[in-house]
């Protein structure tokens, strides 16, 4: 169903605001790569908010197509790359949570910002795979501890905007699987090199060029544009309890969606969580303060919260 939903949107969903942006950075990588000028990967300028991980991955989609290939294919090439990660996501929500997987599949914001040429997709399954194999680590230094750790350095190299599901992963260390303080320090030590390996631009002047893309962020949460969306400190609230995507394209989310009954279920659900994975109520909580407190109230921002979300909506029917 994840698959189906996912590609019809990829196939089907008009061009949105910032694809032409991740989609003129992914063909600058692949004339970069095609030439063999490696330093022009690492010097790459333009959208340097952002770090470069899923870019490059379209670039590499790009530089597969061929010096010939088209704006319109490759986008729909970037679209199914990001379709899989945002499938594969759901098939990883559902090995740990069957019911809480079939909800992901369904969820028209996952749907949506998982079928465009976005920086979505990867930064979404990684996060959520950080904090489940986090979860089911029962020593430090497991296979499941460094895998929680290298999939938190993908998020990072993907996208700043799923790093506050570092409260998640502190508090499941801290305060459920009680680490050690130094076993802590080697977590965020190999996430930090995961994330520097895997981000080209910093391989130069890596902290005034860190300083300079966290700056970006916070100029741009105060820009006009931002303020001009008029969106209330709640907005991220509404987008995450209504199926908004399906009021924006009915001919690619037919089936209407089910984002309020979710929404609905979570909030009854908060309950049974709290008592079975506090971990879930703690997810929500952080990361939901801080969309609230960030001026910045685009809809994709709230993917962060989605999983748990679904986590919670599943827990009363367990």
């Known amino acids: 169903v994840a698959a189906l939903l996912r590609g019809w ?4 969903l008009p061009i949105d605001y910032d694809e032409p942006v991740y989609l003129q950075a992914g063909f600058d990588y692949a004339q970069a790569l095609r030439a063999g000028d490696w ?3 690492i010097d790459y300028a333009e959208n340097r908010e952002h770090p470069a991980l899923v870019k490059l991955l379209y670039g590499l989609t790009v ?8 704006r319109a294919v490759a986008l729909y090439a970037c679209r199914m790359v990001s379709a899989i ?3 594969v996501a759901v098939l990883v929500l559902a090995l740990f949570d069957p019911l809480a997987g079939g909800l992901l599949a369904i969820h028209t914001l996952a749907v949506k910002y998982t079928a465009q040429a976005y920086l979505e997709a990867l930064p ?3 996060s959520l795979g950080a904090v489940l194999a986090l979860y089911r680590s029962t020593r430090a230094h497991d296979r499941w501890f460094w895998l929680s750790a290298l999939a938190l350095g993908v998020t990072a190299a ?8 570092v409260c998640v992963i502190l508090y499941l260390v801290i305060r459920e699987k009680r680490f050690r303080w130094h076993d802590l320090l080697l977590y965020l030590a190999f996430t930090i090199a995961a994330f ?7 391989w130069r002047d890596p902290f005034p060029r860190l300083t300079e893309s966290l700056l970006f962020h916070s100029r741009y949460s105060q820009s006009a544009h931002v303020q001009a969306s008029g969106y209330p400190w709640y907005q991220p609230l509404l987008w995450i309890s209504r199926s908004m995507p399906s009021v924006w394209h009915p001919e690619v989310i ?3 969606g089910f984002d309020e009954i979710i929404f609905l279920l979570a909030l009854v659900g908060l309950y049974w969580e709290w008592h079975k994975r506090r971990w879930v109520v703690v997810w929500i909580a952080t990361n939901l303060l801080f969309l609230f407190v960030w001026p910045t109230k685009w809809p994709q921002y709230t993917l962060v919260l989605v999983p748990a979300l679904c986590l919670a909506a599943a827990s009363p029917a367990v």
């Open 124 to 126: 979404l399954l990684a």
């Open 196 to 202: 520097w390996l895997l981000n080209p631009t910093l």
């Open 85 to 87: 990660f945002g499938t």
């Open 9 to 12: 949107a990829a196939w089907r």
């Open 63 to 70: 530089l597969a197509l061929g010096p010939d290939a088209s």
């Open 254 to 256: 037919f089936y209407f």
């Open 39 to 41: 330093n022009g990967v």
């Open 158 to 165: 993907s996208k700043f905007a799923y790093m506050p599901i």
